[in-house]
């Protein structure tokens, strides 16, 4: 039994019936780690074989003589770049950070660790998660399992190409315009975005405040139900945390989707969508109604200002956060600066990348004086719109159905240097965090160059349940999320 190939669920129950010790767990998970991760790139830390042995013993010794198992304990789950853990460098894949260690975890890593998860590494992301592609990395890009000449999306594609890689049974990511489902998509595996409250941020370095919201990234809904239960709830230290019930979300999963309304808006079947992904979406809206589902046309007439807006809001916010990285309290400080102005002007040209750069100066324009009314301040009363296009929807139907992204994985440096066409590659999933809504990214097809393709499932918030039954229903009903990458190392 190849155990890097299991589920989380799967190997969770081998572990729990004592079928395999946290030893067995550890060393497999090393050997794939040696053997893949060159070739992938998906880890900025990964971890030690011997860091992972000790743990393992520790946990084995520990359940000696009374076999009580939590439902991470002693499972491999990789860390998005940008999520604190203490002890263990976060760099946000940029130089400014590159050789920061939080004194403290986020509160999603504080509650794996208390089920004794093994943290299998920190994955690589787009710098401080600014970008489409992970090619915006201060330590060069992840590549796609699938095809190695390929993206596998980002910003969290570090963390998509580890689970389809099988490095790692599960992984956290942040999706901040699409960062967790549209590199689900690029990779095969399923990509889940909670309603905005319902994980904690703390811990989180900020890029837009407003829109960002912690993930999982996983080989099937199972375990992205599975997932969510253990990091959602309400915590103090996140003033935007919701204080809502969490329910048993491995409950909500059925194999049919009777008595659903699912809503199919045609402003995201536009002109430029590739043949290849349309086909398949559409042929899982079908499968769907052979689930018993209702199929019904809606509109979401402000779609098209989605992009515009994210890209005054998000800039907005995160040319506010990254004012802090100034070479003062931490992260790269600039050499031989003459004077305290010349010290920021070197620390922020030398700590940020390219893109960075380009959305701190774009945000900082919106903020100006005698624009912010003309951008930002119309920006955020058309988020208001889209908001009201979702919640005006969600009387009609109970969950929208749409493509995660208008084309397969794109190549290696295809749109580097054409940053408008590598923002629209979130043209579909943008006005989900506008909306604050959650969402769930999971495989319905493959291109005829063997590349992975991912419909959409949205929700009304907190209804992640929802969202998770027709997921769940409709994964079951073919084979696509068993397909893997053909990986000839």
């Known amino acids: 039994m190849s155990l890097h190939r299991l589920t989380l669920s799967e190997l969770q129950q081998e572990f729990s019936e004592a079928k395999v010790s946290a030893v067995e767990i ?19 830390s990964p971890a030690k074989k011997e860091t992972l042995l000790a743990e393992a013993k520790a946990i084995d010794l520990k359940l000696r003589g009374w076999r009580r198992t939590s439902p991470l304990m002693a499972m491999p789950i990789a860390i998005k770049d940008n999520i604190c853990t203490e002890g263990v460098k976060t760099t946000c894949g940029s130089r400014m950070l590159e050789t920061f260690v939080p004194p403290y975890d986020a509160t999603v890593v504080s509650r794996f660790r208390s089920q004794d998860y093994f943290l299998i590494g920190k994955t690589n992301l787009d ?15 992840t590549r796609n399992p699938w095809n190695q000449a390929h993206i596998p999306g980002g910003s969290s594609g570090g963390s998509a190409a580890a689970v389809a890689a099988d490095l790692c049974v599960a992984a956290l990511g942040s999706d901040t315009g699409g960062s967790i489902r549209q590199p689900a998509a690029c990779c095969g595996v ?11 941020r703390y811990g989180l370095v900020a890029f837009a405040s407003s829109l960002d919201q912690i993930g999982t990234l996983t080989k099937d809904v199972r375990d992205a139900a599975m997932l969510l239960k253990v990091i959602a709830g309400h915590d103090p230290q996140d003033s935007t945390s919701a204080d809502v019930v969490v329910p048993d979300y491995s409950k909500s999963l059925k194999t049919s989707m009777r008595g659903m309304k699912v809503g199919v808006p045609k402003e995201f079947f536009t002109d430029g969508m590739d043949p290849e992904v349309e086909q398949a979406v559409r042929a899982a809206i079908e499968q769907m109604k052979d689930l018993k589902a209702e199929i019904k046309e809606i509109s979401l007439p402000m779609t098209k200002y989605a992009v515009a807006v994210y890209y005054v809001i998000a800039t907005a916010e995160a040319s506010s956060n990254l ?20 010290m920021y002007t070197k620390t922020r040209q030398e700590g940020f990348g390219a893109e960075v750069k380009r959305r701190i100066m774009l945000g900082t324009y919106a903020l100006s004086a005698g624009y912010y009314e003309a951008y930002y301040g119309k920006a955020q009363a058309v988020r208001t719109l889209i908001k009201r296009d979702f919640d005006e929807a969600f009387k ?17 440096g295809e749109k580097v240097q054409d940053p408008l066409q590598m923002y629209l590659s979130d043209i579909f999933t943008i006005s989900v965090n506008l909306a604050g809504v959650p969402a769930i990214a999971v495989p319905c097809g493959l291109s005829a160059a063997r590349l992975p393709i991912g419909v959409q499932i949205i929700g009304r918030a907190f209804e992640e349940e929802k969202v998770l039954r027709a997921a769940y229903a409709y994964e079951q009903a073919t084979e696509w999320h068993k397909k893997r990458p053909g990986l000839s190392w």
């Open 26 to 44: 550890a060393q497999a998970f090393s050997k794939r780690l040696a053997l893949v991760e060159p070739k992938v790139k998906a880890f900025i």
């Open 323 to 342: 004012a802090r990285y100034d070479g003062v309290r931490y992260g790269v400080r600039a050499a031989k600066e003459k004077g305290l102005l010349e």
């Open 396 to 412: 009609e139907v109970d969950i929208i159905v749409t493509p995660t992204m208008p084309t397969p994985a794109f190549q290696l």
């Open 190 to 200: 399923v990509g889940l975005k909670p309603t905005y409250g319902r994980v904690s």
């Open 127 to 141: 710098e401080f998660a600014m970008g489409s592609s992970t090619e915006n990395s201060a330590f060069g890009p």
